[in-house]
């Protein structure tokens, strides 16, 4: 018996991909060139980006609690859910390093007005970090790390 519809994990990657391509619509520099997000806006966008690649992951809630505060546990899933964030927001090449160009555009179109300079300050502070590893989980797990240790109170992560 022939049957059309989609396996669990069919549809969800069609779910996924779904948001991804919604996100992707919605994050386009010239829609945000006209506005950007409120802070509300961006922490809405934040928890959506944090539902799609936290299940991929063997990452307790707590661990991504902390991490959304600047607390870095040294484990190789939360490195790979920050890549995973990373490549929803765009900023990834596809050789796994992080696109400083394509970040500097994403904190114009994505982050308040009042953000905007702490971000794009600690970007360059940071643009560095990646250079010392290898691993695309590493490189921007290390540099998330980096804008977070740059300026605490500025840093915003899903």
Sequence with gaps: MLTYGC???SARTRLLLLLLLGMILLWSPSYFVRSAMT??????????????CAPKFKV??????????GVFEENPELK?????IAKMAGTITK?????????????????PPD????????????????GK??????????????????????????
């Design 7 to 9: 396996s669990r994990r």
């Design 39 to 52: 802070r509300k806006q961006l922490i809405n966008s934040m928890d959506m980006m944090r539902s799609a």
């Design 60 to 69: 307790e809630t707590e661990m991504l609690d902390n991490l959304r505060k």
């Design 80 to 84: 790979c859910y920050t890549m995973c």
């Design 95 to 111: 050789k796994g390093d992080i696109n400083i160009q394509k970040t500097l555009a994403q904190m114009d179109a994505m982050l």
């Design 115 to 130: 953000m905007r300079d702490k971000a794009k300050e600690a970007i360059h502070a940071c643009r560095e970090t990646q």
């Design 133 to 158: 590893y290898t691993d695309p989980c590493d490189k921007t797990f290390y540099s998330t790390k980096c804008l977070a240790d740059y300026d605490r109170d500025a840093f915003l992560f899903p």
